[in-house]
């Protein structure tokens, strides 16, 4: 795969992330070629989304509105993930003259899944888990809640939602143990042709320790296996130096915009 085609997937992976999470959610969904959006049942915003867009000027303003309109109908607070292919390019300075709040960026970074480091320090006591039944996936719910920083409402929401998805077909679930204490969690969602990396979170104690590092290499290695070439995830600026020294390299920016109901 060209260095120029890794943007268009890393956002191809990402919409398709947000609207298979939406159709699991009982959002109403909307698909055709134009926009791409999943609002609704949710209680992050995150999800309540417009995923992908592509529209001229005159259709931007009216399909925000529009957008705004869904969330306030179901009262539910939401967002635009504005990705490098999204059109008009001025779609963050309408949303924001739109009642929309600038939320950053996330960065697209893709790893060639045969350049993967060999070895990662880690604590003795550390493994990782890959999640094959309903048991563990209550663990790792509530291990990812901890680490996300969501309530147990939320992290109960996405366990439920999990469970609909389930274990196979577009999604694996990794836990890390640190003693046999749940400590961190990562997911593979694929999509685009490529694996994508979700949901990579570490406890407040366990981190600074490389446990973060260690529970995404053992996804990106559950890819490989798979035959996958290439991975990809948006990281915050708070992940980026630890996606670095996994191989990660920077390929775009998405901007995150967020609605709330006044």
Not at 101 to 129: H, I
Not at 205 to 220: E, F, S, W
Not at 243 to 248: D, I
Request: proline residues 4%.
């Amino acid at each position: 795969m060209s260095d120029a085609s890794i943007p268009e997937v890393i956002e191809a992976n990402g919409a398709e992330f947000l609207m298979e999470i939406g159709r699991a959610a009982g959002g109403e969904v909307r698909d055709d070629g134009r926009v791409r959006w999943a609002i609704g049942n949710s209680p992050i915003d995150f999800f309540n989304c417009v995923a992908f867009a592509d529209l001229d000027a005159e259709e931007a303003d009216r399909e925000i509105t529009a957008s705004i309109e869904r969330m306030r109908t179901q009262e539910v607070p939401g967002s635009w993930h504005v990705g490098p292919l999204m059109r008009p390019r001025d779609l963050g300075a309408r949303l924001l003259a739109h009642g929309f709040e600038y939320g950053g960026d996330d960065v697209g970074m893709a790893v060639d899944l045969q350049e993967l480091p060999k070895v990662m320090a880690v604590p003795s006591d550390f493994a990782v888990e890959r999640i094959r039944d309903e048991a563990g996936l209550g663990e790792w719910a509530a291990t990812f809640g901890l680490g996300f920083g969501i309530g147990p409402a939320e992290a109960g929401w996405m366990e439920g939602l999990f469970r609909k998805l389930g274990f196979e077909g577009s999604w694996r679930h990794y836990l890390g143990r640190l003693g046999g204490e749940p400590v961190a969690t990562s997911a593979l969602f694929f999509a685009a042709g490529v694996a994508g990396v979700y949901c990579v979170t570490t406890v407040d104690h366990a981190r600074r320790r490389g446990i973060g590092a260690a529970v995404t290499l053992a996804a990106l290695r559950g890819a490989r296996d798979l035959g996958y070439g290439l991975a990809v995830l948006t990281s915050s600026e708070m992940g980026y130096s630890v996606y670095r020294k996994l191989g990660f390299v920077e390929y775009c920016r998405i901007g995150l915009y967020e609605w709330r109901p006044r």
